[in-house]
């Protein structure tokens, strides 16, 4: 018969988001299991490592401050204080246009704070070692979940079982929790991939984070810290499928060649300094965003383009809403009355958000020159009128809503 064990919370899923989920309810004080079928991959040149980078923007920082991380994570980041959109659509991939949002005009803070997502993990699974009350168990997965008004049991793939009062499924897009719960997702594919690496440039960043349009998705470029004495950025480029095989394949020189004019130039001659990986860009909501005696949260609950440091910063926004409402009424843990507070203050959130970047990414694809044309009339009438400038920076940091 396979060991039972006891915990508050256990949660499935050892990413940035599940991570910072065990941190959190550890460092308020409840017993905190964390499971993740593969251990963390934490160097940079590691098989598998992740080389994207999470933006955490200004709400973020103070819950990873509550949980007990940003004092580790802070000498790591690169602080972001201008997001830059820059349109190149038009007959050659040359700017013909550049509008800077300015962190000043909200803030006397940087928009965020960019760190990779190896170095992270790196961080976060060792602020985790010293934790009373949080058992991180990487290598170890979940099997099946059984739900009970009182508590749920998890079986775990090292056969024992865990008695739980809440189960946060921070499983990733396809989560399994979220599967053995029966709870369905609405999915959006693209037809988009997109292209994850580091560059070095010749031009400083200056704490600039640039998004270029021209079609297929943009390419953005996020401050990095130096490296061997030169600047450094990470990028996402978004592109059709095919196009990204494409680029995945080609030699290095030829790479190089392909990001600088996708670039626009705008930093010099680009030099890749990591190797490639390759996501897929889709848009995913669950149907609901908790369960009996579990909560989705992340991209087990939403799934969006990586466009305008939104993806983790909605997962934060998750975890904050479920913390307040643990800390409430730590003898509800898990209930229906804090579940269904959960479900109602999140999930109308989430779709708006997910509604919005949807349509962002799908006017950012456009191939048209009328269509790209008329995308950037648009961003010259949105940046022109102040109060509306403002409110979209304030809405994008979820401080307030555009309008």
């Known amino acids: 018969m396979s060991d039972t064990i006891e915990t508050d919370i256990l949660v499935s899923g050892g990413g940035v988001a599940g991570l910072t989920a065990a941190a959190a309810f550890g460092a308020a004080g409840f017993s905190v299991i964390c499971v993740d079928p593969a251990p963390p991959i934490t160097a940079e040149d590691a098989e598998g490592a992740d080389l994207r980078t999470t933006a955490f923007l200004q709400p973020a920082r103070a819950f990873l401050d509550r949980a007990g991380l940003w004092d580790r994570l802070e000498p790591h980041a690169s602080a972001l204080r201008i997001m830059r959109i820059v349109d190149a659509g038009g007959e050659t991939p040359e700017p013909r246009a550049a509008y800077d949002f300015d962190a000043a005009d909200i803030s006397e803070l940087p928009f965020g704070w960019n760190l990779p997502n190896w170095l992270l993990r790196r961080e976060m699974a060792a602020a985790l070692e010293g934790m009373a009350g949080v058992d991180f168990r990487p290598g170890t997965g979940t099997q099946n979940l059984l739900t009970r008004e009182r508590e749920a049991l998890v079986g775990l793939s090292c056969g024992t079982r865990v008695r739980a009062r809440l189960v946060v499924a921070a499983d990733g897009r396809g989560s399994p929790m979220r599967e053995a719960a029966g709870i369905g997702v609405r999915t959006t594919r693209y037809g988009q991939k997109a ?66 004019e996708r670039s626009a130039g705008l930093y010099g001659p680009l030099r890749l300094i990591s190797r490639r990986s390759v996501w897929p860009i889709i848009s995913q909501i669950a149907e609901r965003m908790a369960g009996t005696r579990l909560v989705l949260v992340a991209e087990a609950a939403h799934v969006v383009p990586p466009i305008g440091a939104q993806g983790l910063n909605m997962s934060l926004a998750d975890l904050t809403v479920l913390l307040d409402l643990a800390m409430a009424d730590r003898v509800g843990l898990g209930g229906h009355k804090m579940l269904e507070a959960y479900h109602k203050a999140r999930h109308g959130e989430v779709r708006a958000r997910v509604a919005g970047i949807d349509a962002l990414n799908r006017a950012s694809m456009v191939e048209s020159q009328s269509w790209r044309d008329m995308r950037l009339r648009a961003l010259r009438a949105f940046y022109s009128v102040k109060p509306v400038r403002v409110g979209l920076m304030r809405a994008g940091l979820g401080t307030g809503r555009a309008g």
């Open 195 to 260: 292209l994850a690496f580091a560059v070095s440039h010749d031009a400083p960043h200056g704490g600039v984070s640039t998004e270029i349009h021209r079609s297929g998705g943009p390419f953005t470029l996020v401050p990095l810290p130096d490296h061997d004495g030169r600047p450094c950025s990470a990028v996402v480029w978004m592109e059709r499928g095919p196009e990204v095989a494409r680029l995945a394949a080609l030699e290095t020189d030829a790479f190089e060649a392909a990001m600088t």
